[in-house]
């Protein structure tokens, strides 16, 4: 069965301070790991990450693969208040196509100003 | 541009009242369908998925059911609502090997 585990389960910073969400998974067939922002409502798609070592950037957030240690971090640089939310790491199931997706529970992230 | 709309955003229900949520997809064809539900604690958890009409998966033994009458649009249904049933039910589609996009979600409280 598909596992993903992330950490912490929650965090609270204050704003400027940079944070790395951890998210570590156990899959039968690797196909790829993604990344979500939930803040009230719809997850909303950060990152997809299928190659090891290969960073994926955007803005303030970046995310990283290791293959071979079989987790990826999340980093955001300089929070904002906007940033709280929950964030989300998943795997497609290992069954391939269209199966769905295996989620971890998420890392709750509270920005303080 | 693709999409997704799910209703309603909340729905508030007697135990043993039925159920029926429904959600559609706009702007693309053949969609992979699936519904999700979060509950407190547990992250999100696969219910069903459909790859075509009147194609549904289970992931779960639950006490729900799903339908896709049409291309883009997938139901949630529940004959007899339980008070484990209470969640927030997330529609989401992609084309297989992409992300998901989700739906905004409907938050069930059965009372």
């Known amino acids: 069965e598909d596992k993903v585990v992330q950490s912490p389960l929650s965090l609270v910073v204050h704003e400027g301070d940079t944070v790395t969400l951890n998210c570590s998974y156990e899959?039968?067939?690797?196909?790829?790991l993604l990344w979500y922002k939930q803040e009230k409502k719809a997850p909303t798609f950060l990152f997809m990450l299928?190659?090891?070592?290969i960073e994926k950037k955007s803005g303030r957030l970046s995310s990283i693969l290791d293959k071979k240690e079989l987790f990826s971090i999340l980093n955001i640089t300089a929070t904002q208040t906007g940033d709280s939310a929950i964030y989300l790491c998943a795997v497609p199931y290992s069954g391939g196509g269209a199966d769905g997706l295996t989620f971890g529970k998420g890392t709750h992230l509270i920005i303080q100003p | 541009s693709q999409t997704i709309h799910q209703w309603p955003a909340t729905l508030v229900q007697p135990v043993g009242s039925p159920l029926s949520l429904e959600c559609t997809v706009e702007g693309t064809s053949n969609p992979n369908l699936y519904w999700y539900r979060q509950a407190a604690g547990r992250g999100l958890q696969l219910l069903f998925y459909s790859v075509g009409i009147g194609q549904i998966s289970s992931e779960v033994p639950q006490n729900l059911s799903a339908s896709r009458p049409q291309d883009r649009q997938f139901i949630l249904s529940s004959k007899k609502l339980l008070l484990s049933d209470s969640g927030f039910y997330l529609c989401?589609?992609?084309?297989?090997?992409?992300?998901?996009?989700f739906g905004q979600g409907t938050r069930l409280t059965v009372v």
């Open positions: 899959v039968t067939n690797f196909r790829s």
């Open positions: 299928t190659s090891s070592g």
């Open positions: 989401a589609w992609s084309t297989g090997n992409t992300e998901a996009f």
